[in-house]
């Protein structure tokens, strides 16, 4: 009930984002960019690497350009790296009414069938977790190991953090109160929030949120069987720790990767410890 309403208050609020305009991305140097599929679906991907794919899907009205550093690094590793645009965020197009995380998560296998990908690593970061776990329910044959970079979506958050969250999207706002409010629900205390001054696409997490209401999220919740690990910021106020303890205790052969002084964006809070996790679990899966 609580989840329903958070995303009837966002859903509401982002009715009215024509007046902010979607972000800007900067260039991924040293990546290969395609567009992949067919109308009217395309999506826009960076490959960087060689060996077994990890296909990454960004969070909320965020883009690809937000695993530069991860990806990098896990390329450095020894894989192959593939980062999605999702729908809506920079070329990447496709019907945005009606879907469900489903749709979303077709996605990522069409993307795979496109670069002759026949199984990957899956990795959705916050609303991406959703994504990259109905992606793996769907396709679990395919699935080499699923990892989700912050794991909510079942223990809500608290009333004061939908408020402030709200307002990270709220176009009537300046944008100096939209940072203020990424900075107090997304980063934790004390962290530098510029990383995600920009790089916000509202228009497109609007229908993100409706996808997500539009699907059963009971069906997707284990994200089927592959091995699995959680990376879960323990000051995060958005998707609170407990549900990352609850998903790993319930899901077999899943390690959890808890990560102090990290919120709910942590991928910029806590580069280094991020990539030491995946590129960790990515060893012991084949």
Not at 140 to 166: K, P, Q, S, W, Y
Not at 214 to 231: N, Q, S
Request: with cysteine.
């Amino acid at each position: 009930m609580v989840l329903r309403f958070l995303w009837a208050v966002c859903l509401g609020v982002l009715c009215v984002s024509g007046a902010w305009a979607d972000g800007e991305m900067h260039p991924l140097p040293g990546w290969q960019r395609q567009l992949v599929g067919r109308a009217p679906v395309r999506m826009e991907v960076f490959q960087k690497g060689q060996g077994t794919a990890v296909i990454m899907y960004p969070s909320l009205g965020r883009a690809a350009q937000d695993f530069e550093q991860l990806g990098n690094a896990v390329a450095a590793a020894g894989y192959r790296v593939v980062l999605v645009n999702p729908r809506g965020i920079g070329a990447s197009t496709g019907p945005m009414d009606g879907i469900s995380l489903h749709d979303l998560g077709a996605d990522i296998w069409m993307v795979a069938d496109q670069l002759h990908i026949a199984r990957a690593v899956v990795l959705g970061q916050i609303y991406g977790n959703r994504v990259a776990r109905a992606a793996a329910s769907d396709q679990n044959a395919r699935v080499i190991g699923l990892i989700l970079v912050g794991a909510g979506g079942e223990i809500e958050m608290a009333h004061d953090t939908l408020e402030e969250f709200t307002k990270v999207f709220d176009p009537s706002l300046p944008g100096e109160r939209r940072q203020q409010a990424v900075e107090k629900v997304f980063f934790a205390p004390g962290n530098d929030a510029s990383a995600w001054k920009d790089g916000w696409f509202p228009d497109a997490a609007r229908k993100q949120i409706e996808a997500a209401k539009h699907t059963d999220m009971r069906k997707i919740y284990l994200g089927g069987t592959a091995p699995g690990l959680v990376v879960q910021g323990l000051d995060d106020k958005i998707a609170l720790p407990v549900n990352a303890w609850n998903l790993v205790t319930r899901r077999p052969n899943t390690r959890l990767v808890a990560l102090p002084n990290a919120g709910h964006a942590m991928l910029p809070e806590q580069p280094a410890a991020v990539a030491d996790a995946v590129i960790d679990f990515l060893k012991t899966v084949r």
